[in-house]
């Protein structure tokens, strides 16, 4: 699909007719998909539950590999790109990211250390996004058990901001997250990923529509429509949406 921002972007990411199967010879999670990333893209993927939303977030990290078609990186195709330094340029922040038993403080550190950073270095960096986020100075210390679901969703998102990947995909990254804190997080995300891709579901139609500039609707495991945000109608997005999960939840009874 072509827009006409796209002449100042460049394409980061393209899927060439996708397909995903749960096992062979099973039923297919994803279809055909076939669309473009664009650097500093805004993009949210909505669709029913059961449509393949987190299924193509999982792709895009690497996590599943396509039963059939292409996924390219800059031109470079997934399978040639050794899987730690792809993943070092497309992030996945899961709906509930674990710490692997490290502290906050060492787990918003480590990438940085990876990378060579001074300790000076370091603690500006921890510094400053925990002041983005509004990270108490007492979470640093806390451990994985010590946090719920939404304060570790905090601090996947925070260490997501240090690393400042090429594409950076979120899977529900406000669903634990009070209303305040949920519009907190999408503005930092606006203001301090610059050139950064993001690829983000969310069911919150509000926070969709305040930041994606794209919009992806997947129903049945196929891309349905892809959309500039001021092209789509909100109101009968919801009520698609209704309709979508209403439908589903009478074929599971």
Known sequence: MNYEDTKTKREVLRLELVSLAASVGSQYLLKDISFEVFSSDRITIIGPSGAGKT???????????????????????????PVIQLRRQVMLVPQEPKLLGMTVRDALAYPLVLKGSTKQEISQQLLQVSEQLHIPEDWLGRTEVQLSVGQRQLVAIARALVIQPKILLLDEPTSALDAGRSDRVMQVLTQCLEGCAVVMVNHQLDLAQMFCD??????????????????????????TLIQAEAQAAEEWS
């Open 214 to 239: 794209r919009v992806l609707y997947l129903q049945d495991g196929r891309l349905l429509s892809d959309k500039t945000a001021h092209q789509v109608n909100w109101a009968n997005l919801r009520e």
């Open 55 to 81: 299924s193509l977030l999982r792709l895009l990290n690497r996590l599943s590999q396509p039963t059939s078609g292409k996924i390219y990186l800059e031109n470079q195709e997934y399978g040639q790109i």
